[in-house]
């Protein structure tokens, strides 16, 4: 198994402009989750998937900010328009939803802008 | 201006010595926890897991503590290698199938 998915490993891109992280789950795992990592707050949970429903959005940020999970094998996070502040290390993990089990993270995407 | 940040707890050991880790968790009604690892450039990985009906579990080189009386948890790392030099989280679930993540710990081995 290749685990978790991202792409792109690195995004530089100017203020205003429009970002599209990518994320293909472990197959078979049927929940997907969003993190966002920076060193001011550490590992934050932005939006979790079951069965490709989003179940908890709340920590998403701002408007700005939108994901989906149009099939079990793909999702996107979407920042429109991109502001400095949204410089991170965002990370996408998939784990099976029934039972005890832990989560498998991707490499993450940084994201830096400018 | 200075930058404000996290300060994340950090560990310096030397190569060959035990290394434990610690985490105050926040929910009585945790029943599951997990430890991760991440080292630089990477996403956290699975090291060990416990269960609340438990208060021991043993890996490879690794032993996993639960106290639930004072919510707290401890990662025990035998003869420390420079490989193990990391950032290690703890995390606790709750609710559904949603985990949550302490600050970490920063842990250094000095060869």
């Known amino acids: 198994d290749a685990g978790v998915i991202q792409s792109p490993r690195h995004e530089v891109t100017e203020m205003g402009q429009e970002v599209t992280l990518r994320c293909k789950p472990i197959?078979?795992?049927?929940?997907l989750f969003w993190y966002r990592q920076t060193m001011m707050r550490g590992l934050e949970l932005l939006i979790y998937?079951?069965?490709?429903?989003?179940?908890?959005d709340s920590g998403m940020p701002e408007d700005r900010f939108s994901a989906k999970m149009p099939n079990a094998s793909f999702s996107t996070l979407k920042i429109q328009p991109s502001e400095p502040r949204d410089s991170a290390v965002y990370f996408c993990?998939?784990?099976?939803?029934?039972?005890?089990?832990?989560?498998?993270f991707g490499s993450g995407t940084r994201l830096t802008v400018v | 201006g200075e930058s404000v940040g996290l300060h994340l707890p950090t560990l310096s050991v030397q190569e060959g010595d035990n290394s434990i880790i610690n985490c105050a968790y926040s929910?009585?009604?945790?029943?599951?926890f997990i430890w991760y690892k991440q080292e630089s450039g990477k996403g956290p990985q699975f090291i060990i897991d416990?269960?609340?009906?438990?208060d021991k579990r043993q890996g490879q080189r690794v032993t996993v503590l639960l106290n639930k009386t004072v919510k707290h948890l401890s990662l025990q790392i035998a003869a420390t290698q420079p490989g193990d030099s990391a950032v290690y989280f703890c995390?606790?679930?709750?609710?559904?199938?949603?985990?949550?993540f302490g600050t970490g710990t920063s842990l250094t081995v000095i060869p």
């Open positions: 998937f079951n069965n490709n429903v989003p179940i908890d």
């Open positions: 993990a998939s784990s099976l939803a029934q039972g005890s089990s832990g989560y498998t």
């Open positions: 197959s078979g795992h049927n929940s």
């Open positions: 995390a606790e679930k709750y609710t559904g199938n949603q985990f949550y």
């Open positions: 416990i269960r609340s009906n438990m």
């Open positions: 929910n009585s009604a945790s029943d599951y």
